[in-house]
């Protein structure tokens, strides 16, 4: 019945004086049609004429098994009835609740009224029966004109309404369908015509594996430090606490930022993942305060599960080893959550220790030794054999029940291995796993103590006065501009803040050609209306001289030599290190434009 509205009715009803009524009701247009249609106006918005009628199309049936034959034989024709109205008795068959489930089995779609004069089912049963269905509605007898027409005009009209959805989808399918047909022919031909470079395209593949692998392994890492983050920032909005607990729970937050940081730089190396050359930075590194920052950060996360959590050093533990603190707090992290995820009760337990290997010239070489037992679900012998594998993960019910990538363990035994060590486990069904790894600490002697201690930061010298420097901000973002102003106004600078480059230039020159210049300028690099890199070039191309110090989130060296060529005179990348910022501050304000 596509592009025409169905009326079609089926009346079920052993009492032949009941079909009478229902077709008076809704085919006789005379006295009384038109307050049916003002009713019907204000429920569905009708825009009909007082001249026009809803034409109905009934069919009766007088037995439920007469029903459904009826039913089957409209489907046949292409012309299905849009509801119907069955009778709760009808004896000797079927009754109006049976009747419903067998029409439903054959034809889902169709809107069901039954009427009934007695308490023959309650609607639980009915639910029971049928199921609890925006298709069934109840009428009592004895029914009012009204109600019927009513039900009549709205579940055609909700019938038909379906219909004309499904033609929709239908259609939107076929579209997709074409679409995609199309799709997949270009991409033959794409194929055919770059078949001559399948030796490169193998290459890309490897690279591209590489590259995905890393980023997943990102994903997995940057929510272990975003949970002490969230965390912590919380507690520091809902609890009173007092000074020190203050200053420890800032550390922990500044402390996993700072991983965070660290982890999005590795991004900026994906060419050389990519070339197979990832990088292994060898730093001195205090182990005691890794592993004091690992255990705030894993803590909250071992509360929520009502673990133990303990570290525990055993013997003597030098002060400063040489490593990769990024990717053995990597390692650690990855080891520590898994713990956490997979033990339900009990403990998750880790062990440090120092081994001494052989010796050379800078001394003793060390070996840092680590333990992460827990008391969680344990593995048997065939899932150990295949844990080390990229995207492995146990059975699929537990991987359900617990996520992950089945990244983070190849990618921990692979660091392990680049940083002098390996990663081996013993696991058994219900009784816990222990991961045990090992890295090349390097050797310590006076003379690399020596050196470290060269190599330490100097202590923070007194505080920046930048009183009197007048600085203009263009930031199109309200929490950096907050942060700047109040960074920069804690020093004593005077702070006008625009929020884009456009407006930067209406401020340096308000009615004139004579500029206003500013001590310094931080100028933002994405920002609407006029970017920075325009607004930069702006000012030089007229002539300001003032300094110009570029802020970004875009932090390649590409971006830098960007921003510079356009007439920048410093390049800071968010997120920014305040004190950088303050100290690049003073340097320029010193250089200021006369």
């Known amino acids: 019945m596509h592009g025409k509205i169905n009326r079609r009715i089926l009346v079920i009803d052993d009492n032949e004086s009941i079909h009478k009524d229902y077709r008076k009701i809704l085919t006789d247009t005379s006295a009384g049609q038109h307050g049916l249609q003002d009713l019907e106006d204000s429920i569905f918005g009708s825009t009909a004429t007082r001249s026009e009628t809803i034409q109905f199309e009934i069919d009766s049936a007088f037995q439920g098994h007469k029903g459904l034959e009826a039913v089957r034989n409209a489907l046949q024709e292409g012309r299905p009835y849009a509801m119907a109205f069955i009778d709760i008795r009808m004896p000797p068959g079927w009754d ?34 049928l199921g609890k269905d925006e298709r069934l509605l109840i009428l009592k007898k004895p029914f009012d004109n009204v109600e019927v027409r009513q039900l009549a005009c709205a579940l055609t009209e909700k019938w038909n309404l379906r219909q004309e959805v499904r033609r929709q989808l239908s259609g939107l399918q076929e579209m997709v369908a074409e679409r ?67 200053t420890e729970v800032v550390g922990t937050i500044r402390a996993n930022c700072s991983h965070l940081l660290s982890l999005i730089n590795d991004v900026l190396d994906m060419s050389k993942i990519e070339a197979g050359m990832l990088q292994i ?62 033990t339900a009760q009990g403990a998750v337990h880790v062990t440090t220790r120092v081994e001494e290997g052989s010796r050379n010239m800078l001394g003793v070489n060390h070996r840092l030794c680590f333990e992460v037992r827990d ?27 617990f996520g992950g990538t089945g990244l983070g363990l190849s990618i921990s035994r692979d660091l392990a291995r680049r940083l002098g060590g390996d990663l081996t486990i013993t696991s058994r069904p219900g009784a816990g796993s222990c991961f045990r790894f090992s890295v090349d600490a390097g050797g310590h002697n006076s003379g690399l103590q020596a050196r470290i201690t060269a190599a330490a930061p100097a202590p923070a010298g007194p505080s920046v006065d930048l009183t009197g420097c007048r ?30 480059g456009k407006a930067l230039l209406e401020k340096i020159w308000p009615a004139s050609e004579v500029p206003h210049v500013y001590d310094v300028i931080l100028l933002d690099m994405q920002m609407p209306e006029m970017d920075g890199l325009s607004t930069v070039r702006a000012l030089r191309a007229k002539g300001y001289t003032g300094p110009v110090i ?45």
């Open 550 to 594: 570029a802020l970004t989130a875009n932090a390649l060296d590409s971006d830098r030599s960007m921003c510079l060529e356009a007439g920048c005179n410093e390049f800071l990348s968010k997120p920014v290190e305040l004190q950088r910022m303050v100290q690049a501050v003073k340097k320029w304000s010193a250089k200021k434009a006369t």
């Open 180 to 246: 995609t047909s199309e799709l997949e022919a270009a991409a033959r031909e794409l194929r055919e015509t770059n078949r001559e470079l399948l030796n490169a395209r193998d290459a890309a593949v490897a690279a591209t594996r590489a590259k995905s692998q890393f980023l997943a392994n990102m994903s997995h890492e940057i929510r272990t430090p975003l949970t002490a983050i969230v965390g912590f920032a919380e507690l520091l909005d809902t609890e009173k606490l007092d000074a020190q607990q203050s």
């Open 375 to 401: 008391t969680g679900i344990g593995m048997d012998e065939a899932t150990v054999a295949n844990l080390f594998q990229p995207f492995y993960q146990a059975e699929a019910s537990t991987t359900r029940r």
């Open 96 to 129: 109006g609740v049976e009747t419903t489930a067998r029409i439903w089995a054959e034809y889902p779609d169709l809107e069901v009224v039954i009427c009934t004069a007695y308490s023959d089912y309650s609607w639980e049963q009915m639910s029971e029966k």
């Open 471 to 500: 600085v203009l901000l263009a930031e199109d973002n309200w929490v950096n501009q907050k942060l700047v102003t109040t960074v920069l106004q804690r020093h004593g600078a005077d702070i006008t803040v625009v929020n884009n």
């Open 281 to 342: 930075e060898r730093v001195p590194c205090s182990i005691s305060a890794l592993l004091s920052d690992l255990q705030a950060s894993m803590q909250l996360r071992a509360n929520e599960k009502k673990l133990e959590l303990g570290f525990e050093t055993q013997g003597e533990m030098p002060d400063l080893v040489v490593t990769d603190p990024t990717r053995l707090r990597q390692i650690l992290s990855n080891l520590i959550t898994n713990a956490i995820k997979f």
